[in-house]
């Protein structure tokens, strides 16, 4: 069964594997800071500290010449942005923290946000039937129609491009759009009736970027720059929707075995929502701080992203809009061919960490837990 863009179903705080790894490209100032104030001591004191715990933790977790990890951490008004390793292990190109990762299925946040601003704009609501904006969508139960909101928190039943329902050729996966989508969809068999269980969808997001696509008249990757790129500032963040589209900076992916061996691993496809959205962390820090201040959507409105989904019969389950829901953060694992992305976002302190992979097979999660721990949360 093909895998993509997996959803972190627990956590884990595990020991990092040894090893070790120079080149790295790091930034520290508090938020709104000109490079030019950072001679205030205590802002040097902050980023020596900091320094000096994160660096060794980080480079024994990777091999020596080899992929590595971009690291942001936003904690309590300072960015602390820095890379570690190559992107470009052949031409030994560093990471920096302008450099562009495939986010994987940490792009389903961006896209429940984008589906957020259509609603806060009236041009649909949560509670919307999917045929309402998708009239060529066949739903397998017209009297109990399928609604935006079951594709949101996974609780839609459809069938999974992304699983053993699909048993097309490589070749048609990876050029699958999402009007082919549709059509694939529409021939499969439903697993679960809507709303009696959360199970991880792929589809569904697939399907909540059509929506985008049918309800605002332009493409998926054009909106989303138009609606949250564009305005907060994320000048390399961009969708990836065509085969030949070329990305400046981008991170080339690897597949890290655990002799420490590692060779190239990409797997290029054009359907979006659900993964194929790219950045780096000096844009993701943008992206964050645009949530906190409110500069996409309303605080109510993040918050509702941020709620866990309930079933039919009334039981929750900890998945809000496009988020793992938490105690106290709320977070989303991204996993994909050459790429593997952790974002930690925490609700009640202005703390996010987010780590980003040219490696496939990097434990994200294991690092965001031990930077937590570092930072005391």
Excluded at 23 to 35: A, D, H, N, V, W
Excluded at 294 to 318: C, I, M, R, W, Y
Excluded at 348 to 377: C, F, H, M, R, W
């Amino acid at each position: 069964m093909r895998y993509r863009h997996q959803a972190i179903a627990r956590l884990l705080i595990a020991p990092i594997l040894g090893g070790s790894l120079l080149l790295p490209s790091c930034s520290l100032m508090p938020l709104g800071t000109s490079s030019d104030e950072m001679t205030n001591p205590s802002a040097l004191t902050l980023e020596m500290k900091l320094i000096d715990k994160i660096d060794p933790i980080v480079e024994a977790s990777l091999k020596q010449d080899g992929p590595g990890v971009a690291v942001l951490i936003l904690n309590q008004g300072a960015v602390f942005q820095k890379g570690y390793g190559f992107r470009n292990v052949e031409q030994q190109d560093p990471i920096t923290p302008n450099t562009v990762f495939d986010l994987a299925s940490v792009s389903k946040q961006m896209t429940a946000l984008g589906i957020l601003i259509l609603m806060e704009g009236g041009k649909l609501g949560l509670e919307d039937g999917v045929t309402e904006h998708l009239p060529d969508f066949e739903d397998p139960d017209p009297d109990d129609p399928i609604l935006i909101r079951d594709l949101l928190y996974h609780r839609s039943g459809l069938a999974d491009y992304t699983g053993e329902a699909w048993q097309e050729t490589d070749e048609a996966f990876a050029r699958l759009t999402l009007e082919d989508h549709l059509q694939w969809l529409n021939q499969q068999e439903i697993e679960s009736d809507r709303g009696v269980e959360f199970e991880y969808n792929n589809s569904g997001y697939a399907l909540l970027a059509l929506i985008i696509e049918r309800v605002s008249g332009q493409s998926f990757g054009a909106f989303m720059a138009e609606q949250i790129f564009t305005p907060l500032g994320m000048n390399h963040t961009v969708v990836f929707a065509d085969l030949a589209q070329q990305i400046p900076n981008r991170a080339e992916g690897y597949a890290v075995s655990r002799q420490g061996n590692f060779k190239p691993s990409s797997f290029p496809s054009v359907i979006t929502g659900d993964g194929n959205i790219f950045s780096s962390i000096a844009d993701l820090a943008r992206y964050d701080q645009g949530l906190r201040r409110g500069d996409v959507v309303t605080p109510a409105t993040l918050k509702l992203a941020f709620t866990p989904g309930t079933l039919e019969n009334g039981q929750s389950f900890p998945y809000g809009l496009g988020w793992e829901v938490g105690p106290d953060y709320v977070q989303h694992r991204g996993s994909w061919y050459g790429t593997s992305t952790f974002y930690r976002h925490y609700t009640k302190v202005p703390v996010t960490i987010i780590v980003l992979a040219n490696d496939e097979n990097y434990p994200v999660d294991e690092l965001v837990d031990d930077l937590a721990e570092l930072l005391g949360y």
